[in-house]
């Protein structure tokens, strides 16, 4: 028995070390920074970022360029056959995982499941149905004309996925995609998701034989696991030490944008924030430089208009708010607010001008940078009750109207195109105007920018609506999030995605 | 009668007696100097504000996590804020939350403890049972519970403090007077006619009431320790109100590029509560000994 057990362990020894004696697989280990959950794309809970992002597992239709402007992927061609139509072409030759071909079919199979488990991305797509036209050709039919069809089809919960992915009794097993690396296994336990090269894949021969994907949600164990070695690639340390970080032997920190904003929200409700004043005030005084530098440690930039230059549609004669806590206080003088008591606050008919401020824990740059901001305010005489707790505990405060200020960081690019962004926070009705900002001329001229196909006249039409919006404040942009990658020296040529949600993950980085 | 009578007051002679401090000095000169030690950390709260030449809260984001220096004494934090003048607030917090939750804490404690007690019978079985109850909860996890529920603020968290603790005081006030009530003077005072308050106020606390008064001093030095485990785990103190807790917790993320971050409230976390619990314990030791002396009498 004992030779028997002691044999299996020495054979179970040999073929795990084979691979890497032969010194030919090469094996990269992620340090993830959220806790993995979900690997269906459409399952309806964000799982595509990751399976598509991350994990390189499945691919949209869409893709995007470096500018956020729509390229082919999966789909070779799309155009609008009228209001309500869209005409998606299908690449050719394309093999999911399972060796079956890309068609129509699966497409329509994807995008009805994605459809029915994923109310955000149905209303995204102001989806009615998919229609079959050929093997290679699918319709999409929306509800009213909906120009957003192409962008939203780069969203990666509508990545597409084999009906394979799922039993027959229409339970989820395993995604099926069609991406650069296949599912091996996915323990759901520890989040641990085990990829590897899918050598058929139509873009290339990817140069990553197989791919270990651990999450570590603290960004100091992130650190100390690539300084130690046990990861090879990871993102987001504290960004106080990515300069130390950079500096060991071995291991290197690249620094990029991605499509998301730290951003004041403005309670418009609560007086005397409906004063635009005031909001210029708030706007000037906030120290944009000093926060990226000594908060963000130059992980990320200031931001000026929302969108992030970069963005074909961004309109980049916004520069940033000045930091003047001159001109500052000279917008609360204009309102009227002046310290009469001689107490270090602006007052007005005897009330103190005193604002609560929120934020939440998760993203590491808000808790400091609240604090900077905090102390900014103070400095032109504004009085500060900041609140930082975790996401989940703020929205009974924010639901309740209990805030005046909120910082936050949003995603700019769920989908590429300004205005699902500018319709979503702007817009009277829109189901994340947080603010409570209503300007009608915004609300007719977003609604006007619905119906402009022409994509050069569209964008024209939305730079002028965020340059309304800029000189408006009922948001206040801080700056634009920042990402730090940390990868080990023998990784090379990694090629940033600037649209993914957080990073993405590059087949063609070599391993040496 | 005449034993307790002897007890109470020798006790309490023995407090207001002048040389109180002096007699302390030369049996428990150990003693002596943790309470002036004591002594010296409340006058530091108090003058603190006076003592210290930098706004805790201004930010000076270029002269960030520096080392000290004559201007700062302890260095600066992650905003460049000065670290010295945190710390002082940061003491004055704790102290301010500790105490008044203290106060109240033995106020509370001691009053329903002593009644339930008194009283006995029903009133007491069920008084008895909500005791427990509190006393059965794990005291982080209930206060963890209650400033989600309450929200945080210094307010908030005082009754919340109060909550998790009185429980504590209850049961012992209430042991106490189960052991003294039966006694010869009570029930004499009982005969004579004399009101329930009148017993209460007059004869069993202040026959009692000692051990509680221990229990508080170890108290201050628990509570300092739990307004900082909220604080590290980011609840309860709202962070432009310096306090050790959050300050450490704030600063872990810095702590391998500038340690003195977290450093600086550690050791002051550590030095504060040392400083209680020694006390706390001294002062056990020391009512042991009166009360064995008290018994020997």
Redesign the interface.
Known sequence: MIILISGYVLFAGCTSNNPQASGKEKTLIVGEMWKVSEINPGGGHSGGTFITEKAIVTETLVGADSNFGLVPNLATSWKQINDTVWEISIRKGVKFHNGKELTADSVKFSLDSVAKNSPTTAKLMDYKMSEVVDPYTVRIHTNSLNPLIPAVLHYPDTAIIHPDSYDAGGNFIKPVGTGPMMLESFNEQTGEVVVVKNSNWWGGVPNIDRMIIRSYEN??TRAMLIEKGDVDFTVDP????VN?IDALPGIHVEKYNTPRVYKLDVNMKHSPLDDKNVRKAISHAI?RD??V???LYGVGSQAGGVFLPTMRWANTSLQPYSYDPGLAKQYLEKSGWRDTDGDGYVDKDGRRLKLKVLTY?ER?GL??M???I???L?SIGID???????NS?LSP?LNNDEWDLYLAAYNLAMVPDPEYVLNSWYTTNGPNNRAGYSNPVVDRMIEEGHYINDLNERYDHFRRIEGIIYDDLPTINIAYYGVAIVMKDNIKGYKFDPTAHDYRIDPFMTIT | MSRAFVYGDSVRQDLRKEGVWSELFTREPLLFVVFCLIGLIFLLALIGPFLVTQDPNATALGYKNRGPSLTHLFGTDYLGRDLFSRTIYGLRTSLFIAVSTILLTFFVGTAVGCFSAYCGGRIDEVLARIIDLFLAFPAIILALALVTLLGPGLLNMILILVIVQWASFARLMRGQVLSEKFQEYILSSKAAGLPGWWIIARHLVPNTIMPVVVLATIDIGHTILTISTLGFLGLGIPPTIPEWGSMINAGLSYMRIAPLNVIVPGIAITIVTLLFNVAGEGLRDLSNSEQDQGMVL
């Open positions: 960004p100091e504290p960004y106080s030490e130390r120290d000093g926060i530098e000594h908060v824990i590491p808790p400091p609240l604090e900077s905090c102390a900014n103070k500060t009750e900041p609140v930082v707790m975790e505990a405060l």
